[in-house]
């Protein structure tokens, strides 16, 4: 059973930082690209981050030199590292994988970034 846990969100104001991580299990952590979404309110998911196997990183444009994603395979954990937050940064962060053809999802941890 694949379950993917995220944690650290939170509130922070405007210019500050927040860590997010994800504990995935039922994978193979080391050969999936992992990614972070996020969806503020009213708003579509829209992909973050993400980090194949081979720690190929790619960003959104609206977050490229702010936040850095990493993983550790040893731990099985995605990691979010966000800087200088602004406001409209302020959504849920999800953990995801595709796996053997699913999508999977983690809860959501919601990050709110106040002015």
């Known amino acids: 059973q694949v379950q993917l846990v995220e944690s650290g969100g939170g509130l922070v104001q405007a210019g500050g930082s927040l860590s997010l991580a994800c504990a995935a299990s039922?994978?193979?952590?080391?050969?999936?690209?992992m990614a972070w979404y996020r969806q503020a309110q009213g708003e579509q998911r829209e992909l973050v981050a993400a980090?194949?196997?081979?720690?190929?990183?790619n960003y959104a444009d609206s977050v490229k030199g702010r936040f850095t994603v990493s993983r550790d395979n040893a731990k099985n954990t995605l990691y979010l590292q966000m800087n200088s937050l602004k406001p409209e940064d302020t959504a849920v962060y999800y953990c995801?994988?595709?796996?053997?053809?699913?999508?999977?999802w983690g809860q959501g941890t919601q990050v709110t970034v106040s002015s």
């Open positions: 995801n994988v595709q796996y053997l053809g699913q999508t999977y």
């Open positions: 039922g994978i193979i952590f080391r050969r999936n690209t």
């Open positions: 980090i194949t196997s081979g720690i190929t990183t």
